[in-house]
């Protein structure tokens, strides 16, 4: 008969013992066991307790243990997670960073978690991330693309300028085919230099405009709209204007894609200097799409001008853009339009 059983988490519990509790996160023979350690952590863990240094450096083996199976762990691991963001210590940032490879990330909830965590700690975490980053076989590698995605969300959470030439390669990045990037990837690289913001972050944003890969352009635009000053305006309405897309054969419809991304930027601008260019992409596009989008724009807008063009656009025998051209008009005749 063995002398010690495992720990009973219930009585630990019920003493808010966080050192005990903490502890029995590493006990391997039973997975249940962590699982309600976990969850008490949880429960009654607080920023004083996990701020304790003895608690915080236990929390940080949690974070290095070794797993003898793929994410034997990983509970365990993200309890500590859980744990250190409510304190955002910089000496988390280099275990949280390895741990990433040992949690679920494709679970969405496992993945904010992870993400809100490094925000929490902040600039300390970005040398970590950006070291992930740069390993060019990232996200080939089992989970990388899962990884990589973490790593580019938290970057931009965080806000950090020195991220912004990673996230540039990482948009830029070609994929596998013309006309086609890698588009999660490109869509998360270009949001977190949206939200990193600044004219170095923006002149990459408009440089990808010009992309031959739809995925690259449409993220760009996508993530312009954080911006939407007069410049960003003035290349989405020449975007607008770019058919040549449509005659390659390679490319498909992807032309068609990257103005109706480019019209609902504008919409979404709130700049009246979009109201004609998208007037003249509603009545010309050859994209029945692109109008529609175009009309969705100038419902946003709220400009009157787009009347006799919307009401035109009703006599299509294309329903997508009759339904966008009447909720335009009705967001027209709100009082609050222009």
């Given amino acids: ?116 965590a490094f925000v929490a700690i902040g600039s300390p975490a970005v040398d970590p991330l950006l070291k992930i980053l740069r390993d060019e076989k990232l996200s080939e590698q089992q989970g990388g693309a899962a990884v990589e995605q973490a790593v580019v969300k938290s970057l931009a959470g965080i806000g950090d300028p020195r991220a912004i ?48 890969s739809s995925d690259v352009r449409e993220a760009a635009v996508r993530a312009l709209v954080e911006i939407s000053d007069d410049e960003v305006v003035d290349a989405l309405i020449e975007l607008l204007g ?7 054969p390679e490319a498909g419809d992807l032309g068609g894609t990257t103005r109706s991304e480019a019209a609902r930027a504008l919409g979404k601008s709130g700049n009246k200097r979009a109201v004609a260019p998208l007037i003249q992409a509603l009545q010309n596009d050859p994209k029945a799409y692109v109008r529609a989008a175009a009309a969705q724009a100038l419902g946003l807008l709220g400009d009157q001008q787009a009347l006799p063009a919307l009401n035109e656009a009703l006599a299509s025998n294309q329903k997508e853009l009759v339904k966008a051209a009447q909720a335009a008009l009705e967001q027209l005749q709100q009082p609050s339009a222009a």
Avoid at 15 to 36: E, F, H, M, T, W
Avoid at 197 to 204: D, E, H, L, M, S
Avoid at 242 to 248: L, Q, R, V
């Fill in 1 to 116: 008969m063995a002398l010690f059983g495992p720990p009973d988490v219930a009585k630990l519990k019920a003493q808010k013992d966080i050192p005990g509790l903490i502890k029995a996160l590493s006990y391997r023979k039973d997975r249940n066991v962590r699982l309600s350690a976990a969850k008490a952590l949880e429960e009654i863990g607080s920023p004083e307790a996990f701020k304790q240094e003895d608690n915080f450096k236990a929390l940080l083996d949690v974070l290095r243990m070794k797993d003898s199976q793929p994410l034997e762990f990983a509970n365990a691991r993200m309890a500590a997670v859980r744990a250190v963001q409510m304190v955002g210590d910089p000496r988390a940032a280099e275990p949280m960073a390895k741990a990433m490879w040992h949690v679920d990330l494709a679970d969405a909830r496992v993945q904010r978690t992870v993400i809100a």
């Fill in 165 to 212: 030439e990673p996230l540039a390669r990482l948009l830029l990045r070609p994929g596998k085919k013309k006309g086609v990037g890698q588009t999660t990837a490109a869509a998360y690289a270009a949001t977190g230099l949206g939200k990193i913001g600044g004219p170095q972050a923006k002149g990459i944003l408009l440089s990808a405009l010009k992309n031959d």
């Fill in 242 to 248: 770019h058919t040549e897309w449509d005659s390659d």
